[in-house]
């Protein structure tokens, strides 16, 4: 079965320290892969998106993911956290055949103390 | 554009009422997706409509639920009769078409079922 992995419930990190928040899938073919934020009260925000080509990809309010074929991973990563990076994070996984269901994560809270 | 936009924000009703979700894609997007988000289960994805015509509805949990779309602007979401394990924050999203497009949420309705 078609899944996406997201190992931790919560991540704690100190302001200006960099950040990871990861994920693994589990899908056939050559999938695109996103990020979504959710701020608390308010719908998933898209973060960024792999589709092909460079595994470093760049998005918005300074983040990056990186896509690791071999290990069906494409973890998020932020240089330098702030406290306004706090929320809940979903990793999103697409097959690019046979349909257009999403599959998203679990969701990864971050929470950056001052 | 004013993004999705959904209606109401909140809704408390009592078990046994009929309860009516409402939507508004982003124009010119012409994929539609209802999910429902709760603690326990996460999100979601009940239903997603292509161009008007629903395509996939396997994730709609019963017969109480159903939803519809009469035409590219507007769509909604039926619950009858509810109840209390009825109870999430329902959102509706929007996308382009088949390529490896994000999907933009809307705010969310917080329904809740006495």
């Known amino acids: 079965a078609q899944s996406v992995a997201q190992p931790e419930d919560q991540v704690n990190v100190a302001e200006g320290n960099p950040l990871t928040v990861k994920c693994t899938y589990s899908v056939s073919g050559n999938p695109y892969l996103f990020w979504y934020v959710q701020y608390p009260n308010r719908g998933l925000q898209f973060l960024l998106k792999?589709?092909?080509?460079?595994?470093l990809v760049k998005g918005s309010y300074g983040f990056e993911a990186e896509f690791n074929k071999s290990q069906t991973s494409f973890h998020l990563k932020k240089p330098s956290a702030l406290v306004s990076d706090s929320a809940l994070y979903f990793c999103?996984?697409?097959?690019?055949?046979?349909?257009?269901?999403?599959?998203f994560g679990a969701g990864t809270r971050l929470f950056v103390k001052a | 554009d004013a993004g999705v936009i959904q209606s109401p924000r909140h809704e408390v009703t009592e078990m046994g009422q009929e309860v009516t979700l409402r939507c508004k894609p982003i124009s010119g997007h012409d994929y539609l997706f209802w999910y429902r988000q709760t603690m326990m289960r996460g999100l979601e994805l009940l239903i997603y409509f292509n161009n008007n015509v629903p395509i996939d509805d396997s994730g709609m949990p019963e017969d109480r639920f159903s939803a519809k779309m009469p035409n590219a602007s507007f769509s909604t979401l039926k619950i009858q009769p509810s109840e209390p394990r009825d109870s999430a924050v329902y959102f509706c999203?929007?996308?382009?078409?088949?390529?490896?497009?994000?999907?933009?949420f809307g705010p969310g309705t917080r329904l809740t079922v006495t």
């Open positions: 999203a929007s996308s382009l078409g088949q390529g490896p497009y994000e999907q933009y």
């Open positions: 792999y589709i092909t080509g460079d595994n």
């Open positions: 999103a996984v697409r097959p690019n055949t046979g349909g257009f269901k999403t599959i």
